[in-house]
């Protein structure tokens, strides 16, 4: 009894485990592009490309902000996106951010300065600042 007791949980906690990878995976293939925005009351031109492990940034045409890689936690509302620098003086520095996809397909993605905590809310000030991003739409020829 104890045996199929045990089996059935581990089964369980694999179909979970199998569940989430996929909830990641669609995730990070729902991020995948070039996205376009502004801070939320602040400067705009902001150019944050992902790829399917990393996360590059630009301000305008020649402000570099970085290169790193980057985890996303599902399981949280909001969902949390944490970024690692992995170039540059910040290399190793660790961005902690919370993120959503609203319905018309904008990213609000909220991050902490200078080692602040978390943020909770999308909002712009108290240390955290929040990019509101789209991706543009492609030209059809």
């Known amino acids: 009894m104890r ?8 089964a369980a906690a694999q179909f979970a485990v199998a569940a989430e990878d996929e909830g990641d995976a669609k995730a990070r293939k729902q991020l ?3 996205w376009k925005g502004q801070v939320k009351d602040g400067a705009k031109g902001h150019v944050i490309t992902f790829k ?3 996360i590059s940034g630009k ?14 936690n599902l ?3 909001p969902w949390q996106m944490d970024a690692t620098y992995t170039k540059g003086r910040s290399k190793g520095k660790k961005v ?3 993120y ?4 018309d397909g904008t990213l ?9 905590p978390r943020p909770t809310k999308f909002e712009t000030g108290g240390g955290q600042f929040c990019l509101i991003l789209k991706k543009p739409k492609e030209k059809k020829e």
């Open 3 to 10: 045996c199929v007791m045990m089996l059935s949980i581990l």
């Open 32 to 34: 995948v592009g070039v």
């Open 52 to 54: 399917k492990e990393l």
């Open 59 to 72: 301000k305008g045409e020649k402000s570099d902000l970085g290169e790193g890689s980057f985890k996303l």
């Open 75 to 77: 399981k949280t509302t």
């Open 96 to 98: 902690l951010g919370i």
């Open 100 to 103: 959503s996809i609203e319905k």
């Open 108 to 116: 609000k993605w909220c991050v902490s300065t200078g080692g602040k």
